[in-house]
């Protein structure tokens, strides 16, 4: 990825990195065979991001950044000791080392979870032959999962701006779309005849237009009560 110019705009940035992170790790993380759960106890926070002269060239970046990912300065704890990697490892790229950071330290201390993920043939042929088909994106898809309060330090990754930690469910975590796809199910199942999910795309069906007005209907107020945002 190229450096970012003070003409560029942090936001269009931050989705081209977002992107190339999918791109180039996608197929090797988001298995349902790698699924797991983040075991309860201490964590140690993950290795600098980079030198304050080299965060110099993303200091524009910054505010956007963490308002993107949503996390907040982390108060001094006795649990945490930030590592400094070797400087000749030290990426360039902070958005992408959020991912491998978490990815490595939480990773490697995770408890398999073997919570199905569902198949995309099956939801085809749920939708059948249904007349009226209508798609949901929820926005920010993980990050509108909170992080419980006594899981919040094992986030924690330090910057040359001081130690953070993120306080909604950041992706790179081989635990998330279990998560999700748990909330998901739990959230349509009174309405399985009618609507699916995978992870955060829902899908609804019917047979006849005031069905399906009346299914999107009772979708979104269960969006609603469950505090969930979907795309426009």
Known sequence: MPKMT???DPEAYIKALEWHTLMTRLGKRYWASQ?????VGKAQAAYRAFSRDDAQDY?????AILYRLEIN??????????????????PRVLLQLLWDLLDRRLNAMAVFNAFPMP???????????AQYISTLDLAKGYWQILVAKEDLRKTAFDTPWGLYEFIRMPFGL???AATFQRLMDQILAAHAEYAA???DDIVIYSWTWEQHKNAFRAILTELRCAG???NP
């Open 6 to 8: 003070k003409d560029d």
């Open 35 to 39: 699924l797991g759960a983040l075991v």
């Open 59 to 63: 200091e524009h970046m910054k505010e």
């Open 73 to 90: 300065p982390e108060h001094y704890c006795r649990q945490f000791w930030a590592k400094k990697g070797p400087k000749e490892k030290q």
């Open 119 to 129: 198949h995309v043939a099956e939801l085809v042929e749920r939708i059948g032959d």
């Open 174 to 176: 081989h635990g998330t």
């Open 197 to 199: 999910a995978y992870i």
């Open 228 to 230: 969930l945002t979907a």
